[in-house]
C-alpha cells in the first residue's frame, strides 16, 4: 500500500551522547530515517541532545531540538508542533526507553501521536527476559532454561534448580551492562547483586550458560503486509561468551551450512512474526551447538541495531532508510533497490566478497580495568574491512585499527611468551585474535588452540594458513621470491609492510617489486546483488583477485577495475578510522560537511574511510566511497588510480593528521594548511621558538628522549610536571607528576608505549583556568568562530572537562587577549582552514598550551551552539573557492551553551575515576542556559569547587 497520508510530520528520537554500547551507529541511522522522510514531503522534528552528530545539524531535520532525553523536553515539543507519529527505533536503546516511558505516562495517546516502526508490546516482550523466554516457549522456539528474578533470594532460588554454569542477564540495559557467567556458586552472589542493580527494574534473568556455542545474527526487514527479507547473515568468530560487540564478526556467514541457515531464516520469521506485527527492521540473534546443531533464540532487537549500520555496509542496503519508509505505510515491493535502481527493495542482497568486523577497545584509558572480554560490552568504536576472501577482509581490518599494527602479525610485535598465549586464548582479552595467530607461529597445536578458544575450526584453519604464509615468505628475499607467492601474499590481504619485514627489506622496495611485476590491486563495487544486475552505486573496495598477465610489463586490465576515473578535478577527504576515547564521532561530522561543501565547489569528492558506524561511509555521502584502511598503502594506490588535486587532511582527526608527513614526501598536494604549518604546531621546540618570535607566553618546557634526560631537564623547569608524548590524541599516557620518582616512572611507561616519540615536559600551571579558541583563517585574515573556557581547572584533559561558550568568568580583556593570540598564531602558522589553539590563564596572564591547525573536537558544538555552518566556510577557503572577508556570519549569541562530558566508568567498576590529563569521556551532551544561575550550571560548578578543595 502507498505512504499513510495521515502522516504529515514525524518525531524521531535520538540515542544521545556517545557511551559504550551504544554510539555513532545510531546517528548513521537516524540520519538515513530524517533524509528517507523528508524524501517523503513528511515535515520532520528531531530530539537529541549530542552535539557532535551529523544528525542533529540544522540542515537535517526540519526541526532540530537539542534537549535532553527526557519526558518533560519531549512535552515541550508536542505543545509546539502538531505530531502526527513518532519513530523511536532510530536512537538505540535510549530512544525505545524514553517512547515507552511516555507511553506508560499517557503523553502519546495525550497529544493524538501515533508511534510507528515498532510495536510497545514487541519491545517489552523482548527486554522483559522472563516474558521473551515465555515467547520464545510459546512459539516452540529453542531458548536456554532459566528465569527471571527480582530479588536476590529469587535469582539464588532459581540458580539452584538450573545449577551452574550459569549466566545473568540484566533486563532493560544496552551492551550487556551488569551481565556475565557464573561458572561456580562463590561469585554468584556478587554477579547476582550487580545485575539486579544495573537493571532499571530491577529483574535478572537467570539461565543455563550455553559458553562455546557458536554464535550468528540475522538482520531482517518486514513491512506492513508481511514481506520479510533476509538483508545479512552475520557470524561470530568468537564463540557465545563475548559480547557480540567486542567480537569479530564475519558477513556472510562462513560456517553455515545451507540447510541450517535456511532453517535459522524460518525461526527469524517466525520469531519476529510471533513478538508483534510491526514495519520495519529487527536484529535477531542465534546460538549453535558445534556438534548437534541445536538452535537457540538468543535476543531479538526490534529496531535499528548495531549490526544493522554493519550489515549496511556490508551489503550497501540502507537498512534505516527502507526502514523509515517502512513505518509511514510502504511496502518493500514499492520501493526501489537503492543500489541497482532496476530491481525493488523486495530484494534479498546476495554479496561476492566478504566482509570482517573488529571492534576497536581503549583499555589504555581506565587504568586498572579488566581487559577480559565477556557479556559487557567494552570496546569503544569497530572497523571493517572487505575483501574477497575471509583472509584478505581480515588483514584490512586489521590494518584499520590503528593499534599500531600492519596486519594480523608479521610485524615485529608478535608475543613469544607461550605461557601468556596460552592464557590469552583461554581468557580472552583485545589482543587474543593476534594472540592466536602468534600460537601458530610458535607451534603451538590446532587441538590445543580449539580446546582453549572453542572457535571453529574453519576460522582457525584460515589464521594457521596466515602463519604457514609467513614461514614461507621468510624463506626467500626480495630478489629471490617468487611472482606467484607475491601474489599469493597480496590475496591473503597482506601489506607490503608486512612482506617486507618478513624478506627483511624496506616497505618501499616491495612496492617497487610489485609494480615491476604488475602486481596492483583493482576496486571492486559494492551492489549488494553479486553483479546479477548492473549498480549505480560508487562504493568501493579493493582487492587483489584478479588474473595476472605473464608478462611484467602489463599492467591489469581496465577492464577488471570497476572504479572508472573521471576527467572532473576531485578532492580525496581523509576519514577518521575507528572511533575511540579522543577521536569520535565529531570527526565524521567535520569529514560529512567537507564533502558536502567540496561538492558544492564543484569537486568530484572522494572519501577513504574504514569505520561502518559514521555517516561519511554512507554510499551516497560522496561521489565515490572507497571503504578501505586509513593506512599508508591503500591510500596512496588510490590517489595514483584517481590523481585528485590534493587530499584534505584537517577534517579526519589525528588519523587523517599524521599521514601529513607521508602525502608531502611523497609529493601529494595537502589541501588547506601545508605540512610544514603541521609538524611546527606538533614539534614543541619549534612551536615555542614560533610564541617567543610573536611575544606570547607559555608555559616552560623541555624534549626528551630518555628518563635520565628527564631527571636532569626537572631541575631546570622544577615540579609540578606535565609529561607527554609528542603527536598523540585524547591525551594519551599524559600525567602530572610531582616528584623525581613518578617521572622516572612515568617516562619510562610512555617509552615502552612510544619507543620513537619525543617525551615533552612542561611546567604545569597549578589550578589555572583553561580556555580554548577555534577559528577559521585564510593564510592572512583570521575568524574566531568560539572562545570557550572550561568550568574544571588547567590538568583535566579539554575532552573531559564541562566547558561554557561563550567564557563565564574570563574578564573581556582576557577573552581580547586570546583572540588576539589565536590570530596571531593562525597566521604565522599560514594555516589554511580550522585551528584550534588551548590556553592556560594563571594570575590574570594568559599562556598558550598548545595549537592544533586541524578540525577540533569542539567545531560541530560550536555550530551547533551558534547555528552556523563552519566546516563548510573553512573547507571553502581550504579549496581556495573563498577567503574569511567573504563570510558574513551571523552567530545566534544567546545565553550559554555547556558542554557536558559523557562517561562509560560502568563498564569498568574498578578503575579510578578521578580524571586529569589523559581523556577518557566516550561522548558529549550540549545544554542550553539563559544565566549562570540556572541550576544544572551552578551543580557543575559546585563539583568544580569540591575537585579544587581535595
Same mark, same amino acid.
Given at each position: 500500500m502507498p505512504k499513510k497520508t495521515h502522516i504529515r510530520s514525524v518525531l524521531i528520537i535520538g540515542s544521545g551522547p556517545i557511551v559504550i554500547g551504544q554510539a555513532c551507529e545510531f546517528d548513521y541511522a537516524g540520519s538515513q530515517a530524517v533524509r528517507s522522510l523528508k524524501e517523503e514531503g513528511i515535515e520532520v522534528i528531531l530530539i537529541n541532545?549530542?552535539?557532535?552528530?551529523?544528525?542533529?545539524?540544522?540542515?537535517?531535520?526540519?526541526?532540530?531540538?537539542?534537549?535532553?532525553?527526557?519526558?518533560?523536553?519531549?512535552?515541550?515539543?508536542?505543545?509546539?508542533?502538531?505530531?502526527?507519529? !513518532?519513530?523511536?527505533?532510530?536512537?538505540?536503546?535510549? $530512544?525505545?526507553?524514553?517512547?515507552? +516511558?511516555? *507511553? @506508560?505516562?499517557?503523553?502519546?495517546?495525550?497529544?493524538? !501521536?501515533?508511534?510507528?516502526?515498532?510495536?510497545?508490546? $514487541?519491545?517489552?516482550?523482548?527486554? +522483559?527476559? *522472563? @516474558?521473551?523466554?515465555l515467547k520464545m516457549q510459546e512459539l516452540s522456539l529453542g531458548v536456554c532454561r532459566g528465569r527471571t528474578a527480582t530479588s536476590f533470594l529469587e535469582g539464588k532460588k532459581i540458580a539452584q534448580e538450573i545449577g551452574f554454569p550459569l549466566v545473568i542477564r540484566p533486563s532493560f540495559t544496552l551492551g550487556g551492562t551488569g551481565g556475565g557467567f557464573v561458572n561456580d556458586p562463590e561469585k554468584f552472589n556478587e554477579a547476582l547483586t550487580r545485575g539486579l542493580q544495573a537493571s532499571p527494574i530491577h529483574e535478572v534473568l537467570v539461565e543455563q550458560s550455553i559458553l562455546g556455542w557458536k554464535e550468528f545474527e540475522l538482520e531482517v526487514l518486514r513491512d506492513n503486509v508481511g514481506n520479510v527479507i533476509i538483508i545479512c547473515s552475520i557470524e561470530n568468530f568468537d564463540p557465545m561468551g563475548i559480547h557480540t560487540g567486542d567480537s569479530v564478526t564475519v558477513a556472510p556467514a562462513m560456517t553455515l551450512s545451507d540447510k541450517l541457515y535456511q532453517e535459522m531464516r524460518n525461526i527469524a520469521i517466525k520469531a519476529m512474526n510471533g513478538i508483534g506485527m510491526f514495519a520495519g527492521g529487527c536484529n535477531i540473534q542465534f546460538s549453535v551447538h558445534p556438534e548437534t546443531e541445536e538452535i537457540i533464540v538468543i535476543e531479538i532487537n526490534p529496531r535499528v541495531s548495531r549490526s544493522s549500520a554493519l550489515a549496511s555496509k556490508a551489503t550497501g542496503y540502507p537498512i534505516a532508510k527502507i526502514a523509515a519508509k517502512l513505518a509511514i505505510g510502504y511496502n518493500l515491493d514499492e520501493l526501489p533497490n537503492q543500489i541497482t535502481k532496476t530491481t525493488s527493495a523486495y530484494f534479498e542482497p546476495a554479496i561476492d566478497y566478504v566482509v570482517v568486523k573488529i571492534p576497536r577497545w581503549n583499555f589504555d584509558k581506565f587504568k586498572g580495568a579488566d581487559d577480559k572480554l565477556g557479556l559487557q560490552m567494552k570496546s569503544v568504536g569497530e572497523a571493517m574491512g572487505i575483501g574477497r576472501t575471509f583472509q584478505e577482509a581480515l588483514q584490512k581490518a586489521c590494518q584499520s585499527l590503528e593499534n599500531r599494527r600492519n596486519g594480523l602479525g608479521a610485524d615485529g610485535k608478535e608475543l613469544t611468551n607461550q605461557a601468556q598465549i596460552l592464557e590469552s586464548l583461554e581468557h580472552p582479552s583485545a589482543d587474543r585474535l593476534f594472540h592466536i595467530k602468534d600460537a601458530f607461529m610458535l607451534g603451538v597445536s590446532m587441538r590445543t588452540i580449539k580446546k582453549l578458544t572453542?572457535?571453529?575450526?574453519?576460522?582457525?584453519?584460515?589464521?594457521?594458513?596466515?602463519?604457514?604464509?609467513?614461514?614461507?615468505?621468510?624463506?626467500?628475499?626480495?630478489?629471490?621470491?617468487?611472482?606467484?607467492?607475491l601474489i599469493e601474499a597480496k590475496r591473503k590481504g597482506y601489506a607490503d609492510r608486512q612482506v617486507a619485514h618478513l624478506l627483511r627489506c624496506l616497505e618501499s622496495e616491495v612496492y617497487q617489486k610489485r609494480q615491476e611485476l604488475g602486481i596492483q590491486r583493482v576496486y571492486k563495487m559494492v551492489d549488494t546483488c553479486a553483479a546479477e544486475f548492473e549498480a549505480q552505486t560508487p562504493y568501493y573496495y579493493s582487492t587483489f583477485h584478479s588474473d595476472y598477465s605473464e608478462d611484467p610489463q602489463n599492467p591489469i586490465k581496465a577492464s577488471l577495475n570497476e572504479s572508472h576515473r573521471s576527467d572532473k578535478k576531485k578532492v580525496i577527504i581523509l576519514g577518521s578510522g575507528p572511533n575511540r576515547i579522543g577521536q569520535g564521532i565529531e570527526f565524521d561530522y567535520c569529514c560529512v560537511h567537507g564533502v558536502l561543501a567540496a561538492k558544492a565547489a564543484g569537486y568530484e569528492t572522494i572519501m577513504i574511510n574504514c569505520n561502518p558506524e559514521t555517516v561519511s561511509t554512507d554510499f551516497d555521502i560522496a561521489d565515490k566511497l572507497y571503504?578501505?584502511?586509513?593506512?599508508?598503502?591503500?591510500?596512496?594506490?588510490?590517489?595514483?588510480?584517481?590523481?585528485?588535486?590534493?587530499?584534505?587532511?584537517?577534517l579526519g582527526g589525528q588519523t587523517a593528521l599524521k599521514l601529513a608527513e607521508k602525502l608531502d614526501r611523497y609529493g601529494i598536494p595537502i589541501i588547506g594548511t601545508p605540512y610544514e604549518a603541521l609538524d611546527l604546531a606538533?614539534?614543541?621546540?619549534?612551536?615555542?621558538?614560533?610564541?617567543?618570535?610573536?611575544?606570547?607566553?607559555?608555559?616552560?618546557?623541555?624534549?626528551?628522549?630518555?628518563?635520565?634526560?628527564?631527571?636532569?631537564?626537572?631541575?631546570?623547569?622544577?615540579?609540578?610536571?606535565?609529561?607527554?608524548?609528542?603527536?598523540?590524541?585524547g591525551g594519551q599516557r599524559m600525567k602530572i607528576v610531582i616528584n623525581e620518582q613518578e617521572l622516572e616512572e612515568h617516562v619510562v611507561d610512555v617509552l615502552n608505549y612510544f619507543p620513537d616519540n619525543n617525551i615533552l615536559l612542561d611546567f604545569f600551571l597549578d589550578q589555572a583556568i583553561e580556555a580554548e579558541a577555534d577559528a577559521i583563517c585564510d593564510g592572512e585574515d583570521v575568524h574566531i568562530i568560539g572562545v570557550m573556557e572550561h568550568v574544571e581547572p588547567a590538568g583535566i584533559h579539554s575532552g573531559d572537562s564541562h566547558a561554557l561558550l561563550p567564557p563565564f568568568t574570563l574578564s573581556p580583556i582576557l577573552v581580547e587577549q586570546i583572540e588576539d593570540y589565536t590570530r596571531r598564531i593562525a597566521v604565522?602558522?599560514?594555516?589554511?582552514?580550522?585551528?584550534?589553539?588551548?590556553?592556560?590563564?594563571?594570575?590574570?596572564?594568559?599562556?598558550?598550551?598548545?595549537?592544533?591547525?586541524?578540525a577540533s573536537r569542539t567545531v560541530p558544538f560550536i555550530c551547533k551552539a551558534y547555528q552556523e555552518p563552519y566546516i563548510k566556510a573553512a573547507t571553502e577557503v581550504m579549496l581556495g573557492a573563498k577567503t574569511v572577508k567573504d563570510f558574513k556570519f551571523s552567530p545566534v549569541k544567546e545565553g550559554y551553551a555547556i558542554k557536558i562530558p559523557v562517561f562509560s566508568f560502568n563498564k569498568f567498576p574498578n578503575v579510578n575515576k578521578e580524571l586529569g590529563p589523559e581523556m577518557k569521556s566516550t561522548g558529549e551532551a550540549i545544554y542550553f542556559i539563559d544565566r549562570l544561575q540556572d541550576e544544572v550550571f551552578l551543580k557543575i560548578y559546585a563539583e568544580r569547587n569540591l575537585f579544587l578543595s581535595k
Open positions: 541532545s549530542n552535539p557532535a552528530t551529523i544528525m542533529t545539524d540544522p540542515t537535517m531535520a526540519d526541526h532540530v531540538y537539542l534537549k535532553p532525553l527526557e519526558k518533560k523536553y519531549v512535552v515541550e515539543i508536542l505543545e509546539k508542533h502538531k505530531i502526527d507519529a !513518532v519513530l523511536p527505533t532510530m536512537g538505540g536503546q535510549t $530512544a525505545l526507553n524514553l517512547a515507552i +516511558d511516555c *507511553e @506508560k505516562a499517557g503523553i502519546w495517546q495525550q497529544y493524538n !501521536v501515533e508511534i510507528i516502526g515498532v510495536d510497545i508490546a $514487541a519491545v517489552e516482550t523482548t527486554e +522483559d527476559r *522472563e @516474558k521473551f523466554r572453542q572457535i571453529d575450526h574453519w576460522f582457525l584453519r584460515q589464521i594457521e594458513d596466515l602463519a604457514l604464509t609467513d614461514r614461507e615468505i621468510q624463506r626467500y628475499t626480495l630478489d629471490t621470491i617468487p611472482k606467484e607467492l571503504f578501505e584502511p586509513v593506512f599508508w598503502e591503500h591510500i596512496y594506490d588510490i590517489i595514483l588510480h584517481e590523481k585528485p588535486e590534493g587530499v584534505i587532511v584537517q606538533e614539534d614543541r621546540g619549534r612551536f615555542s621558538t614560533l610564541l617567543q618570535e610573536l611575544g606570547i607566553p607559555y608555559p616552560k618546557f623541555g624534549a626528551v628522549k630518555t628518563a635520565e634526560a628527564a631527571l636532569e631537564l626537572s631541575k631546570t623547569l622544577d615540579f609540578p610536571l606535565l609529561v607527554r608524548p609528542s603527536y598523540v590524541l604565522a602558522l599560514r594555516t589554511k582552514g580550522l585551528i584550534n589553539v588551548q590556553f592556560a590563564v594563571k594570575n590574570d596572564i594568559v599562556y598558550v598550551i598548545e595549537a592544533n591547525p586541524r
